[in-house]
């Protein structure tokens, strides 16, 4: 079975850009904010949930009201829990199809911004942050996403502390803009690949 590494970081750290260099050096990483999207869309029971909890106006037109849905879930943290618990559980058994999917590569990623905080640390072998200080996210956030300041500020304030996160993390890739992070990438896939049981010879 492939070797699943977790990789998260806070809004800004630049762990999509790590996923993207992972999937060039032939590490397949599942992108859950991607693919959570696209579930939210097709997943029969995930609109379902959403349609008793917010009303079918959650999904006029058949599409995805996501002004309703954003304003609902920063309205109230147990607001965020209650869409979660529809989600999360989607999200997790789509992740599991799609590593039997990929069984034939040694590695394989999941990129979650809240990969600790939706309870998918047991999903992974290893969890990999990406680490930048909080005023490096903040410019680039602001600079990506043409958001003010404090929208920013608001949506870090609801992340996990970045500290935590190190905490709970068995790797740790400096993103400062500074550090060059294809070593730091290769160095990390060196890492694990030693983990990586070798097959057993033929008899």
């Avoid at 609902?72 to 943290?77: A, E, I, T, V």
């Avoid at 911004?113 to 996210?137: H, K, N, Q, S, W």
């Amino acid at each position: 079975m492939s070797v699943r590494v977790g990789i998260t970081g806070g809004i800004g750290s630049g762990k999509s850009v790590v996923s993207r260099l992972l999937g060039l050096m032939g590490v397949p990483v599942y992108i859950s904010d991607t693919e959570t999207k696209r579930l939210m869309v097709t997943d029969g029971q995930i609109r379902d949930g959403l349609v008793d909890l917010l009303g079918p106006s959650v999904y006029a037109g058949g599409c995805l009201n996501k002004t309703l849905l954003a304003s609902y879930l920063f309205g109230d943290k147990e607001h965020a829990k209650a869409v979660n618990a529809i989600v999360h559980p989607r999200v997790r058994d789509d992740f599991r199809r799609w590593v039997q999917g990929h069984a034939s590569y040694p590695l394989v990623g999941i990129e979650s911004a809240i990969l600790l905080e939706a309870g998918f640390r047991t999903e992974v072998d290893y969890v990999v942050m990406v680490y930048a200080p909080r005023e490096v996210r903040v410019r680039r956030s602001v600079e990506r996403d043409a958001s003010t300041r404090s929208q920013v500020e608001q949506r870090i304030n609801h992340q996990m502390d970045d500290e935590e996160k190190r905490r709970q993390a068995d790797f740790v890739i400096l993103n400062d803009g500074e550090a060059p992070l294809i070593p730091q990438v290769l160095k990390l896939i060196a890492s694990l690949s030693e983990n990586i049981p070798l097959p057993l010879p033929a008899e």
